[in-house]
């Protein structure tokens, strides 16, 4: 089934590749793709950073194109643009968008029957990718990939980097068969396309690099055996998360920000807590483990504690496939009058709102369930990056490698835990929460910049290239 599956792949990109010459022959077009040729400056050498998503939600990904461009490189983000990016890309000289082209809505609104629907998605993002990369955009020196999803990414850039002569480098986030097998319909495929991943991926990359050193060691295991080297590059925040210390100063965009301003002084002075979790609203965060938690705190059960709970503002930030369902049972509870002295909102902000609301906020709360074990959620990061301690879900073998028990957070299993957290944390004391916050401020001091430039210019630069 393996050979079968690996020979249609590769008849698939033989016909849309001939397809693809005869379409721009007949139309006067460039036939034969450019291949990369060492440019006379390193200045007009491009990077490509590629990720078959939204690039304004691949925090990542936009970090590398920010930094390569900071390098002097020219960076081409290739990807689907549906929200706002990073503010260093906009207006960036060094920084060109090749936007994929969206899905037609006959594919993405399932008027397809399932066993058609999957078939047309992939050949529709292997069109789109192919014709983008082979000819819309330079020859790049580098393609930097974001992994998963694998397909059809991984045989596209591998069909790309042999004919136009560009270097692969895979940033492993996660692995897309973990992601594809909490998907009860998707099951029966996740065989296939974990032999997928597994196959291309030992292959593929000139080099790879993983989110933490749990995921490194897998990837260069029995399981994996990846050919070339493997760089954990542990997230780090941007510049754009910095701490706000000064009440004065977080009064003011408390103030100014719709969600917050009716509260802005309260939470100020403390007699209001506001707690922020930034989900995707996927299957991976189970919301509804942050709502009963807090159903349990807005209702203790008498005489099991010595206060009464400081009333909350939760903000909730983030697009996804179930938010539509949880806002619904938020709204279910609180007519129920589940939450007494409690208020859940939910928000998309600019990224600076988002910076803002981080480091203006009392405690961040991470519901992230590791599909692999071995991956780290990006939301953790921008938290410390603003100085904000973190309550974390922590049953997987990584969670350590970045929150670090009574330092810079603390850690849950059960709903149970998250609640005590809740009712420790946001107690009118606050000496615990204090101590945090300055483990958060001190672990969110080590930035994206440094790392980046110690693993993978290391790995791009021209005098590595030299070496090697």
């Known amino acids: 089934m393996a050979v079968q599956f690996i020979l249609s792949v590769l008849s698939g990109a033989l016909s849309v590749f001939l397809v693809s010459f005869v379409w721009n022959f007949f139309s006067g077009r460039q036939v034969i793709p450019t291949r990369h040729r060492p440019a006379a400056s390193e200045e007009d050498e491009h990077i490509q950073i590629l990720v078959l998503g939204d690039i304004g939600r691949s925090p990542r990904m936009q970090y590398h194109a920010i930094s390569a461009a900071k390098h002097g490189r020219k960076v081409d983000i290739v990807a689907y643009k549906e929200t706002a990016r990073h503010p260093d890309l906009i207006g960036n000289p060094n920084v060109t968008m090749y936007a994929l082209t969206p899905q037609p809505e006959w594919i993405a609104w399932g008027t397809l029957p399932f066993f058609l629907q999957i078939p047309a998605k992939v050949l529709h993002q292997f069109w789109t990718l192919f014709s983008t990369l082979m000819y819309a955009t330079p020859a790049a020196q580098w393609i930097i990939i974001q992994n998963p999803p694998s397909i059809p990414t991984f045989h596209v850039a591998l069909l790309v980097s042999l004919i136009r002569g560009s270097k692969l480098l895979v940033d492993w986030h996660n692995y897309g068969h973990t992601i594809l097998a909490q998907n009860p319909w998707m099951k029966p495929l996740v065989p296939l396309y974990k032999w997928y991943e597994l196959w291309l991926g030992r292959y593929l990359g000139n080099a790879n690099l993983a989110v933490t050193d749990a995921m490194a060691r897998q990837l260069r295991g029995r399981q994996f055996k990846l050919r070339n080297t493997v760089h954990t590059l542990h997230d780090r925040p941007a510049e754009l998360f910095q701490p706000i210390t000064s009440p004065e100063e977080r009064r003011a965009f408390l103030s100014r920000l719709a969600e917050t301003k009716a509260d802005a002084q309260n939470i100020v002075d403390g007699a209001v807590r506001l707690i922020v979790s930034s989900t995707s609203w996927t299957p991976d965060e189970d919301f509804g483990m942050l709502l009963d938690a807090l159903v349990a705190y807005a209702n203790p059960v008498p005489d099991t504690t010595a206060e009464s709970?400081?009333?909350?503002?939760?903000?909730?930030?983030?697009?996804?496939?179930?938010?539509?369902?949880?806002?619904?049972?938020?709204?279910?509870?609180?007519?129920?009058?589940?939450?007494?002295?409690?208020?859940?909102?939910?928000?998309?902000?600019?990224?600076?709102?988002?910076?803002?609301?981080?480091?203006?906020?009392?405690?961040?709360?991470?519901?992230?369930?590791?599909?692999?074990?071995?991956?780290?959620?990006?939301?953790?990061?921008?938290?410390?990056?603003?100085?904000?301690?973190?309550?974390?879900?922590?049953?997987?073998?990584?969670?350590?490698?970045?929150?670090?028990?009574?330092?810079?957070?603390?850690?849950?299993?059960?709903?149970?835990?998250?609640?005590?957290?809740?009712?420790?944390?946001?107690?009118?004391?606050?000496?615990?929460?204090?101590?945090?916050?300055?483990?958060?401020?001190?672990?969110?001091?080590?930035?994206?910049?440094?790392?980046?430039?110690?693993?993978?210019?290391?790995?791009?630069?021209p005098q590595q290239e030299a070496a090697r």
Not at 398 to 411: F, T, Y
């Open 309 to 461: 709970p400081s009333p909350i503002l939760a903000i909730i930030t983030g697009k996804g496939p179930q938010q539509k369902m949880y806002i619904e049972k938020i709204q279910q509870l609180q007519e129920a009058r589940q939450l007494p002295g409690i208020r859940i909102l939910t928000a998309w902000l600019s990224n600076r709102d988002y910076a803002s609301l981080l480091a203006c906020a009392d405690l961040g709360i991470s519901l992230h369930k590791s599909s692999s074990g071995v991956d780290l959620p990006m939301k953790v990061v921008d938290m410390f990056g603003a100085g904000l301690p973190v309550a974390a879900y922590s049953a997987f073998e990584s969670i350590g490698e970045l929150v670090r028990e009574g330092e810079n957070g603390c850690g849950f299993e059960t709903t149970e835990q998250l609640t005590e957290l809740l009712r420790r944390l946001l107690g009118l004391d606050g000496q615990e929460l204090g101590a945090l916050k300055r483990g958060a401020i001190q672990e969110g001091s080590l930035r994206w910049s440094h790392e980046w430039d110690r693993v993978v210019w290391n790995i791009i630069s």
